[in-house]
Protein backbone atom coordinates (compact mmCIF):
# COMPACT_ATOMS: atom_id res chain seq x y z
CA UNK A 1 0.00 0.00 0.00
CA UNK A 2 2.77 1.98 0.92
CA UNK A 3 4.62 1.43 -2.17
CA UNK A 4 1.87 2.10 -4.47
CA UNK A 5 1.27 5.73 -2.39
CA UNK A 6 4.54 6.90 -3.38
CA UNK A 7 4.55 5.31 -6.86
CA UNK A 8 1.74 7.26 -7.34
CA UNK A 9 2.72 10.20 -5.61
CA UNK A 10 5.67 9.91 -8.53
CA UNK A 11 3.89 9.99 -11.34
CA UNK A 12 1.03 12.64 -10.40
CA UNK A 13 2.56 14.64 -7.50
CA UNK A 14 -0.52 16.20 -6.66
CA UNK A 15 -2.35 12.79 -5.99
CA UNK A 16 -2.91 13.19 -2.04
CA UNK A 17 -6.34 11.49 -1.33
CA UNK A 18 -8.65 14.24 -1.82
CA UNK A 19 -7.50 14.70 -5.41
CA UNK A 20 -7.22 10.75 -5.56
CA UNK A 21 -11.06 10.49 -5.09
CA UNK A 22 -12.21 13.14 -6.70
CA UNK A 23 -13.67 11.49 -10.06
CA UNK A 24 -12.80 14.76 -11.84
CA UNK A 25 -9.46 15.10 -10.64
CA UNK A 26 -9.34 11.74 -12.27
CA UNK A 27 -10.68 12.43 -15.61
CA UNK A 28 -8.04 15.22 -15.69
CA UNK A 29 -4.98 13.52 -15.13
CA UNK A 30 -5.52 10.91 -17.24
CA UNK A 31 -2.74 9.24 -19.05
CA UNK A 32 -2.94 9.87 -22.97
CA UNK A 33 0.49 10.56 -23.78
CA UNK A 34 3.52 7.68 -24.38
CA UNK A 35 5.68 9.28 -21.93
CA UNK A 36 3.14 9.12 -18.87
CA UNK A 37 2.75 5.53 -20.19
CA UNK A 38 6.25 5.11 -20.28
CA UNK A 39 6.36 6.27 -16.38
CA UNK A 40 3.88 3.93 -15.85
CA UNK A 41 4.68 0.56 -17.37
CA UNK A 42 8.17 -1.40 -18.94
CA UNK A 43 6.77 -0.52 -22.33
CA UNK A 44 7.08 -3.08 -24.88
CA UNK A 45 7.63 -2.20 -29.10
CA UNK A 46 4.21 -2.88 -29.66
CA UNK A 47 2.69 -0.85 -26.98
CA UNK A 48 4.64 1.84 -28.16
CA UNK A 49 4.15 2.03 -31.44
CA UNK A 50 0.14 1.18 -30.78
CA UNK A 51 -0.28 4.34 -28.80
CA UNK A 52 2.11 6.85 -31.05
CA UNK A 53 -0.58 5.54 -33.33
CA UNK A 54 -3.37 5.68 -31.72
CA UNK A 55 -4.46 9.26 -32.26
CA UNK A 56 -7.77 10.71 -33.16
CA UNK A 57 -10.13 8.60 -32.92
CA UNK A 58 -10.44 6.00 -29.62
CA UNK A 59 -7.09 7.91 -28.59
CA UNK A 60 -5.68 6.37 -25.61
CA UNK A 61 -7.00 7.56 -22.34
CA UNK A 62 -6.67 5.63 -18.95
CA UNK A 63 -7.67 6.94 -15.52
CA UNK A 64 -5.16 6.68 -12.90
CA UNK A 65 -6.89 4.76 -11.04
CA UNK A 66 -7.29 2.21 -13.98
CA UNK A 67 -3.28 2.58 -14.45
CA UNK A 68 -2.30 2.33 -10.82
CA UNK A 69 -3.74 -1.74 -11.26
CA UNK A 70 -2.04 -2.24 -14.56
CA UNK A 71 1.40 -4.78 -14.09
CA UNK A 72 3.73 -2.89 -14.89
CA UNK A 73 5.95 -5.86 -16.10
CA UNK A 74 3.32 -8.21 -17.90
CA UNK A 75 2.24 -7.33 -21.02
CA UNK A 76 -0.32 -9.91 -21.19
CA UNK A 77 -1.61 -7.98 -18.10
CA UNK A 78 -5.67 -8.32 -18.53
CA UNK A 79 -5.86 -4.78 -17.14
CA UNK A 80 -3.14 -3.23 -18.87
CA UNK A 81 -4.40 -4.99 -22.02
CA UNK A 82 -7.76 -3.64 -22.77
CA UNK A 83 -6.27 -0.11 -22.60
CA UNK A 84 -3.01 0.35 -23.57
CA UNK A 85 -3.01 0.59 -27.91
CA UNK A 86 -1.17 -2.35 -29.35
CA UNK A 87 0.08 -1.99 -33.72
CA UNK A 88 -2.57 -5.16 -33.81
CA UNK A 89 -5.12 -2.04 -34.06
CA UNK A 90 -3.87 -1.21 -37.41
CA UNK A 91 -4.34 -4.67 -38.80
CA UNK A 92 -7.57 -4.83 -40.37
CA UNK A 93 -9.04 -8.41 -40.65
CA UNK A 94 -11.22 -9.25 -43.76
CA UNK A 95 -13.93 -9.94 -41.31
CA UNK A 96 -13.52 -6.43 -39.97
CA UNK A 97 -16.72 -3.66 -40.13
CA UNK A 98 -17.01 -0.31 -38.97
CA UNK A 99 -20.48 -0.61 -37.15
CA UNK A 100 -20.75 -4.27 -36.68
CA UNK A 101 -24.07 -4.24 -35.51
CA UNK A 102 -25.69 -1.74 -37.94
CA UNK A 103 -26.30 0.62 -35.71
CA UNK A 104 -26.59 3.36 -37.93
CA UNK A 105 -28.91 1.59 -40.22
CA UNK A 106 -31.23 1.35 -37.34
CA UNK A 107 -30.90 5.24 -35.70
CA UNK A 108 -34.19 6.88 -36.86
CA UNK A 109 -32.93 9.91 -35.42
CA UNK A 110 -29.17 10.94 -34.10
CA UNK A 111 -27.90 9.41 -30.63
CA UNK A 112 -31.29 6.77 -30.70
CA UNK A 113 -30.50 3.41 -32.24
CA UNK A 114 -34.40 1.37 -32.57
CA UNK A 115 -33.73 -2.48 -32.84
CA UNK A 116 -36.69 -3.69 -30.59
CA UNK A 117 -39.96 -2.73 -30.77
CA UNK A 118 -40.39 -1.96 -27.17
CA UNK A 119 -36.88 -0.51 -26.00
CA UNK A 120 -34.79 1.76 -27.32
CA UNK A 121 -30.84 2.44 -27.12
CA UNK A 122 -30.15 6.27 -26.46
CA UNK A 123 -26.29 7.24 -27.10
CA UNK A 124 -26.07 10.31 -24.68
CA UNK A 125 -22.10 10.99 -25.02
CA UNK A 126 -19.23 9.65 -26.17
CA UNK A 127 -17.09 10.10 -23.08
CA UNK A 128 -15.74 7.33 -20.93
CA UNK A 129 -13.57 7.25 -18.39
CA UNK A 130 -10.65 5.04 -19.97
CA UNK A 131 -11.03 3.79 -23.59
CA UNK A 132 -11.70 0.06 -24.07
CA UNK A 133 -9.58 -0.77 -27.24
CA UNK A 134 -11.95 -3.65 -28.01
CA UNK A 135 -14.83 -0.84 -27.79
CA UNK A 136 -17.75 -1.64 -30.24
CA UNK A 137 -18.50 2.05 -30.65
CA UNK A 138 -14.94 2.98 -31.92
CA UNK A 139 -16.09 4.45 -34.28
CA UNK A 140 -17.62 6.82 -32.24
CA UNK A 141 -16.63 7.17 -29.08
CA UNK A 142 -13.71 9.30 -27.60
CA UNK A 143 -13.50 11.09 -31.26
CA UNK A 144 -13.95 14.94 -29.81
CA UNK A 145 -15.49 13.90 -26.53
CA UNK A 146 -18.53 14.97 -27.40
CA UNK A 147 -21.86 15.15 -25.34
CA UNK A 148 -25.26 14.78 -27.04
CA UNK A 149 -26.43 18.75 -28.33
CA UNK A 150 -29.70 19.70 -26.76
CA UNK A 151 -31.42 19.92 -29.99
CA UNK A 152 -30.51 16.21 -30.75
CA UNK A 153 -31.26 15.28 -27.19
CA UNK A 154 -34.88 17.26 -27.98
CA UNK A 155 -35.35 15.31 -30.89
CA UNK A 156 -35.16 11.74 -29.23
CA UNK A 157 -37.25 13.03 -26.83
CA UNK A 158 -39.74 13.44 -28.80
CA UNK A 159 -39.47 10.21 -31.41
CA UNK A 160 -39.29 8.33 -27.94
CA UNK A 161 -42.51 10.50 -26.90
CA UNK A 162 -44.30 9.54 -30.32
CA UNK A 163 -43.90 5.88 -30.05
CA UNK A 164 -45.99 4.53 -27.38
CA UNK A 165 -44.61 0.65 -27.90
CA UNK A 166 -41.68 1.77 -26.23
CA UNK A 167 -41.49 0.93 -22.51
CA UNK A 168 -37.59 1.04 -21.77
CA UNK A 169 -35.00 3.18 -22.40
CA UNK A 170 -31.39 2.49 -22.17
CA UNK A 171 -28.65 4.81 -22.09
CA UNK A 172 -25.58 4.20 -23.25
CA UNK A 173 -22.88 6.05 -25.08
CA UNK A 174 -20.05 6.80 -24.54
CA UNK A 175 -20.50 6.37 -20.47
CA UNK A 176 -23.62 8.38 -19.04
CA UNK A 177 -21.79 8.07 -15.81
CA UNK A 178 -19.48 10.71 -17.44
CA UNK A 179 -21.90 13.27 -17.45
CA UNK A 180 -22.45 15.57 -14.78
CA UNK A 181 -24.93 14.85 -12.30
CA UNK A 182 -27.29 17.47 -13.53
CA UNK A 183 -27.11 16.99 -17.15
CA UNK A 184 -27.22 12.85 -16.42
CA UNK A 185 -30.44 14.34 -13.96
CA UNK A 186 -32.15 15.92 -16.51
CA UNK A 187 -32.19 13.13 -19.09
CA UNK A 188 -33.39 11.09 -16.72
CA UNK A 189 -36.20 13.40 -15.37
CA UNK A 190 -37.31 13.76 -19.41
CA UNK A 191 -37.24 10.57 -19.91
CA UNK A 192 -39.23 9.30 -16.78
CA UNK A 193 -41.70 12.08 -17.47
CA UNK A 194 -43.08 9.90 -20.87
CA UNK A 195 -45.87 8.12 -19.63
CA UNK A 196 -45.08 4.82 -21.53
CA UNK A 197 -41.66 5.28 -19.77
CA UNK A 198 -41.48 1.84 -17.10
CA UNK A 199 -38.37 1.62 -17.01
CA UNK A 200 -34.61 2.82 -17.34
CA UNK A 201 -31.38 1.81 -17.75
CA UNK A 202 -27.77 2.81 -17.47
CA UNK A 203 -24.99 1.05 -19.33
CA UNK A 204 -21.74 2.10 -18.06
CA UNK A 205 -18.43 1.19 -17.01
CA UNK A 206 -17.46 3.71 -14.93
CA UNK A 207 -18.14 1.71 -11.41
CA UNK A 208 -14.95 0.02 -12.63
CA UNK A 209 -12.88 2.40 -14.59
CA UNK A 210 -13.39 4.93 -11.96
CA UNK A 211 -15.84 4.03 -8.89
CA UNK A 212 -15.07 7.41 -7.05
CA UNK A 213 -17.43 9.16 -9.48
CA UNK A 214 -19.98 6.76 -7.28
CA UNK A 215 -20.13 9.76 -4.76
CA UNK A 216 -23.47 9.84 -2.16
CA UNK A 217 -24.94 12.60 -3.59
CA UNK A 218 -24.60 11.11 -7.29
CA UNK A 219 -26.76 7.99 -5.80
CA UNK A 220 -28.87 10.12 -4.32
CA UNK A 221 -29.98 11.90 -7.41
CA UNK A 222 -30.25 8.67 -9.52
CA UNK A 223 -32.17 7.11 -6.60
CA UNK A 224 -35.77 9.54 -7.68
CA UNK A 225 -35.40 7.67 -10.85
CA UNK A 226 -35.79 4.33 -9.94
CA UNK A 227 -36.73 1.71 -11.15
CA UNK A 228 -33.37 2.21 -12.45
CA UNK A 229 -31.28 -0.98 -13.87
CA UNK A 230 -27.64 -0.54 -14.11
CA UNK A 231 -25.24 -2.52 -16.17
CA UNK A 232 -21.74 -2.31 -15.44
CA UNK A 233 -18.90 -3.89 -18.18
CA UNK A 234 -16.77 -5.83 -16.01
CA UNK A 235 -14.33 -8.07 -17.91
CA UNK A 236 -12.02 -9.79 -15.62
CA UNK A 237 -11.63 -10.74 -11.90
CA UNK A 238 -8.94 -8.20 -11.18
CA UNK A 239 -11.17 -5.63 -11.88
CA UNK A 240 -13.49 -6.03 -8.43
CA UNK A 241 -10.95 -4.33 -6.01
CA UNK A 242 -12.42 -2.58 -3.09
CA UNK A 243 -13.20 0.40 -4.26
CA UNK A 244 -15.32 -1.46 -6.68
CA UNK A 245 -16.74 -2.75 -4.11
CA UNK A 246 -17.12 -0.07 -1.73
CA UNK A 247 -19.32 1.42 -5.52
CA UNK A 248 -21.21 -1.35 -6.11
CA UNK A 249 -22.40 -1.70 -2.40
CA UNK A 250 -23.28 1.61 -2.54
CA UNK A 251 -25.45 1.29 -5.86
CA UNK A 252 -26.99 -2.14 -4.55
CA UNK A 253 -27.99 -0.81 -1.18
CA UNK A 254 -29.84 1.81 -2.94
CA UNK A 255 -32.01 -0.16 -4.07
CA UNK A 256 -30.66 -0.63 -8.21
CA UNK A 257 -30.67 -3.95 -9.69
CA UNK A 258 -27.20 -4.12 -10.97
CA UNK A 259 -26.02 -6.63 -13.95
CA UNK A 260 -22.91 -7.15 -15.74
CA UNK A 261 -21.90 -7.35 -18.94
CA UNK A 262 -18.55 -8.72 -20.27
CA UNK A 263 -17.00 -8.77 -23.63
CA UNK A 264 -15.07 -12.33 -24.42
CA UNK A 265 -11.57 -11.30 -24.79
CA UNK A 266 -8.67 -13.24 -26.60
CA UNK A 267 -6.15 -14.10 -23.85
CA UNK A 268 -7.75 -12.31 -21.22
CA UNK A 269 -11.17 -13.98 -20.04
CA UNK A 270 -11.69 -16.72 -23.01
CA UNK A 271 -10.96 -19.53 -20.02
CA UNK A 272 -13.86 -20.95 -18.09
CA UNK A 273 -11.56 -20.83 -14.67
CA UNK A 274 -10.88 -16.98 -15.30
CA UNK A 275 -14.70 -16.79 -16.24
CA UNK A 276 -15.85 -18.67 -13.41
CA UNK A 277 -13.64 -16.37 -11.26
CA UNK A 278 -15.12 -13.52 -12.63
CA UNK A 279 -18.74 -14.33 -11.95
CA UNK A 280 -18.86 -15.52 -8.60
CA UNK A 281 -16.28 -12.03 -7.69
CA UNK A 282 -19.71 -10.49 -9.26
CA UNK A 283 -22.34 -12.13 -7.15
CA UNK A 284 -20.12 -11.69 -4.40
CA UNK A 285 -20.44 -8.01 -4.67
CA UNK A 286 -25.08 -8.33 -5.48
CA UNK A 287 -23.92 -7.56 -9.44
CA UNK A 288 -25.99 -10.25 -11.36
CA UNK A 289 -23.74 -11.75 -14.31
CA UNK A 290 -26.16 -10.84 -17.41
CA UNK A 291 -24.74 -11.00 -20.80
CA UNK A 292 -21.24 -12.58 -22.39
CA UNK A 293 -20.85 -10.87 -25.69
CA UNK A 294 -18.63 -12.58 -28.28
CA UNK A 295 -16.28 -9.80 -29.35
CA UNK A 296 -17.93 -8.11 -32.23
CA UNK A 297 -15.63 -8.02 -35.63
CA UNK A 298 -14.94 -4.08 -35.25
CA UNK A 299 -12.16 -2.47 -36.88
CA UNK A 300 -9.34 -3.63 -35.96
CA UNK A 301 -10.03 -5.66 -32.91
CA UNK A 302 -9.36 -9.23 -34.68
CA UNK A 303 -6.43 -9.74 -32.05
CA UNK A 304 -8.96 -9.71 -29.34
CA UNK A 305 -11.48 -12.17 -30.77
CA UNK A 306 -11.76 -15.64 -29.12
CA UNK A 307 -13.50 -18.24 -31.42
CA UNK A 308 -17.20 -18.62 -30.66
CA UNK A 309 -16.38 -22.19 -29.59
CA UNK A 310 -14.13 -20.92 -26.50
CA UNK A 311 -17.80 -18.97 -25.71
CA UNK A 312 -19.17 -22.16 -25.59
CA UNK A 313 -16.85 -24.00 -23.99
CA UNK A 314 -16.89 -21.70 -20.57
CA UNK A 315 -21.14 -21.63 -20.98
CA UNK A 316 -20.35 -25.57 -20.89
CA UNK A 317 -18.63 -25.08 -17.83
CA UNK A 318 -20.38 -22.61 -15.67
CA UNK A 319 -24.36 -24.04 -16.40
CA UNK A 320 -24.80 -26.48 -13.49
CA UNK A 321 -21.15 -26.33 -12.22
CA UNK A 322 -22.07 -22.88 -10.59
CA UNK A 323 -25.28 -21.26 -8.70
CA UNK A 324 -27.74 -20.42 -11.43
CA UNK A 325 -27.32 -16.74 -10.54
CA UNK A 326 -23.96 -16.55 -11.94
CA UNK A 327 -24.75 -18.10 -15.08
CA UNK A 328 -24.58 -15.49 -17.63
CA UNK A 329 -26.05 -15.36 -21.57
CA UNK A 330 -24.07 -16.02 -23.53
CA UNK A 331 -25.10 -13.82 -26.90
CA UNK A 332 -23.45 -12.84 -30.46
CA UNK A 333 -24.79 -9.19 -31.33
CA UNK A 334 -25.53 -10.45 -34.94
CA UNK A 335 -23.60 -8.63 -37.95
CA UNK A 336 -25.73 -6.54 -39.44
CA UNK A 337 -28.45 -5.62 -36.99
CA UNK A 338 -29.93 -8.59 -36.48
CA UNK A 339 -29.65 -8.00 -32.45
CA UNK A 340 -28.66 -10.44 -29.33
CA UNK A 341 -28.58 -14.22 -29.84
CA UNK A 342 -28.19 -16.44 -27.46
CA UNK A 343 -25.66 -19.05 -28.29
CA UNK A 344 -25.66 -22.41 -26.14
CA UNK A 345 -24.35 -25.47 -25.84
CA UNK A 346 -26.56 -27.88 -26.88
CA UNK A 347 -28.28 -29.86 -24.29
CA UNK A 348 -30.94 -31.47 -26.41
CA UNK A 349 -30.08 -34.79 -28.24
CA UNK A 350 -33.37 -35.72 -29.71
CA UNK A 351 -36.67 -34.30 -29.47
CA UNK A 352 -39.65 -35.90 -30.99
CA UNK A 353 -43.34 -35.42 -30.24
CA UNK A 354 -43.14 -37.85 -27.28
CA UNK A 355 -39.95 -37.39 -26.09
CA UNK A 356 -37.14 -35.28 -25.53
CA UNK A 357 -33.24 -36.64 -24.63
CA UNK A 358 -31.98 -34.35 -22.94
CA UNK A 359 -27.86 -34.14 -21.46
CA UNK A 360 -27.20 -32.81 -18.45
CA UNK A 361 -23.84 -30.81 -17.50
CA UNK A 362 -22.22 -34.37 -16.61
CA UNK A 363 -22.92 -35.77 -19.96
CA UNK A 364 -25.56 -37.85 -18.50
CA UNK A 365 -28.93 -38.89 -20.64
CA UNK A 366 -32.05 -38.16 -19.31
CA UNK A 367 -35.72 -38.66 -21.03
CA UNK A 368 -38.32 -36.50 -20.85
CA UNK A 369 -41.95 -37.87 -21.80
CA UNK A 370 -44.59 -35.77 -23.23
CA UNK A 371 -48.02 -35.94 -22.05
CA UNK A 372 -50.61 -37.79 -24.59
CA UNK A 373 -52.54 -34.91 -24.91
CA UNK A 374 -50.60 -31.98 -26.48
CA UNK A 375 -52.06 -28.52 -26.29
CA UNK A 376 -50.25 -25.65 -27.70
CA UNK A 377 -51.63 -22.13 -27.98
CA UNK A 378 -49.35 -20.56 -31.21
CA UNK A 379 -51.89 -18.25 -32.31
CA UNK A 380 -51.20 -15.53 -30.28
CA UNK A 381 -49.04 -13.29 -31.53
CA UNK A 382 -46.28 -10.82 -30.39
CA UNK A 383 -45.02 -7.84 -32.09
CA UNK A 384 -41.90 -8.23 -33.43
CA UNK A 385 -41.80 -4.53 -34.65
CA UNK A 386 -42.77 -3.09 -38.25
CA UNK A 387 -39.49 -2.76 -39.47
CA UNK A 388 -38.37 -6.29 -39.03
CA UNK A 389 -41.31 -7.59 -41.18
CA UNK A 390 -40.85 -5.16 -44.11
CA UNK A 391 -37.57 -5.86 -43.76
CA UNK A 392 -38.02 -10.24 -44.72
CA UNK A 393 -40.65 -9.38 -47.06
C1 LIG B 1 -28.55 -4.45 -26.37
C2 LIG B 1 -29.51 -3.57 -26.95
C3 LIG B 1 -30.75 -3.35 -26.32
C4 LIG B 1 -31.13 -4.01 -25.02
O1 LIG B 1 -31.20 -5.40 -25.17
P1 LIG B 1 -31.61 -6.33 -23.94
O2 LIG B 1 -31.42 -7.71 -24.45
O3 LIG B 1 -33.03 -6.00 -23.60
O4 LIG B 1 -30.68 -5.99 -22.81
C5 LIG B 1 -31.63 -2.51 -26.94
N1 LIG B 1 -31.35 -1.89 -28.10
C6 LIG B 1 -30.17 -2.12 -28.74
C7 LIG B 1 -29.93 -1.44 -30.02
C8 LIG B 1 -29.21 -2.95 -28.18
O5 LIG B 1 -28.05 -3.14 -28.80
S1 LIG C 1 -16.54 2.01 -21.68
FE1 LIG C 1 -17.84 1.08 -23.27
S2 LIG C 1 -18.20 2.70 -24.77
FE2 LIG C 1 -16.44 3.30 -23.50
S3 LIG C 1 -14.63 2.60 -24.59
FE3 LIG C 1 -15.19 0.99 -23.15
S4 LIG C 1 -16.53 -0.39 -24.34
FE4 LIG C 1 -16.41 1.56 -25.47
New binding site residues.
Partial sequence: MASNDSRRLAIWPDADDTNWNDWKWQVRNRVTSLDQLRALIDITPEEEAGTARARGRLSMAITPYWAMLMDPDNPKCAIRRQVVPLSDEFYVDPTDMLDP?G?DK?SPVSNL????PD???LLATDLCASYCRHCTRRRMVGTKERIITSGNLEKAYEYIKSNRKIR?V?I?GGDPFMLDDSKLEYILKTLKEIPHIELL?I?TRVPVAMPMRITPEFVNMLKKYAPLWI?IHFNHAKEITKEVKFACDMLADNGFVLGSQTVLLKDINDKPSIMKRLVHELVKIRVRP??IYQCDPVRGTSHFRAPIASGINIMEKLRGHTSGYAVPTY?V?APGGG??IPVNPNYTVAQSKDELTLRNYKGYIYRYKEPQEQVVDKEEKIDIGEKSSAESA
Avoid: A, Q
Fill in positions: CEDVHRYRILDLSRGSYYVDGK
